[in-house]
T-cell receptor, first 112, second 111 residues
Framework: GAGVSQSPSNKVTEKGKDVELRCDPI?????LYWYRQSLGQGLEFLIY????????KSGLPSDRFSAERTGGSVSTLTIQRTQQEDSAVYLC??????????FGPGTRLTVL | GEDVEQSLFLSVREGDSSVINCTYT??????LYWYKQEPGAGLQLLTY?????DMKQDQRLTVLLNKKDKHLSLRIADTQTGDSAIYFC???????????FGAGTTVTVRA
């Protein structure tokens, strides 16, 4: 079946602009995760959604970052007033409950 | 610093075996994973091992787990040019959905 999809694949934006990144999880997966992959930082957890429970936002680096998941499926990660240090690859993953996580191809964000 | 540690680079000749090593810190981790990332792509799940296993084999891949030393390794037999990628080790502590990743090992396969 279809895997996790993310859009856009690449995003170039100017410092100070807002961006929205989208993730479509695998159908039937209850959990959705956002991670960030930065040069020199490795992979870091950002946020986790599980069903209708309150999301775990403990990994979000600042209040400029927010995410929502509508209808228990698609998720949008929003970064407001982007900064150059936000440049990274943003990876989304989904799983059934807390089973194995399957990753999407990522969105490469470049903030000029 | 990283909770999961890996060496950063590995160069191997085509046809030889590759061994990628990883150490982790949480001895209660239930699952340990290996993901592969090719240039410009996301993470592809390669294999995983449950913590009560010592070894798992899947075609050219062999995973060895030493719980006493908290050491995990991935062996790729008959390494091919298509195996050139970054390999990430990740642990999944019990009752925690967040994966902790190593920094990744860049494997370069030379002819």
């Amino acid at each position: 079946g279809a895997g996790v999809s993310q859009s856009p694949s690449n995003k170039v934006t100017e410092k100070g602009k807002d961006v929205e990144l989208r993730c479509d999880p695998i159908s039937g997966h209850t959990a959705l995760y956002w991670y960030r992959q930065s040069l020199g930082q490795g992979l870091e957890f950002l946020i986790y959604f599980q069903g209708n429970s309150a999301p775990d936002k403990s990994g979000l680096p600042s209040d400029r970052f927010s995410a929502e998941r509508t209808g228990g499926s698609v998720s949008t990660l929003t970064i407001q007033r982007t900064q150059q240090e936000d440049s990274a690859v943003y990876l989304c993953a989904s799983s059934f409950v807390t089973d194995t996580q399957y990753f999407g191809p990522g969105t490469r964000l470049t903030v000029l | 610093g990283e909770d999961v540690e890996q060496s950063l680079f590995l160069s191997v000749r085509e046809g030889d075996s590759s061994v990628i090593n990883c150490t982790y810190t949480d001895s209660s981790s239930t699952y340990l994973y290996w993901y592969k990332q090719e240039p410009g792509a996301g993470l592809q799940l390669l294999t995983y091992i449950f913590s009560n296993m010592d070894m798992k084999q899947d075609q050219r891949l062999t995973v060895l787990l030493n719980k006493k030393d908290k050491h995990l390794s991935l062996r790729i037999a008959d390494t091919q040019t298509g195996d050139s990628a970054i390999y990430f080790c990740a642990e999944s502590p019990p009752n925690d959905y967040k994966l902790s990743f190593g920094a990744g090992t860049t494997v370069t396969v030379r002819a």
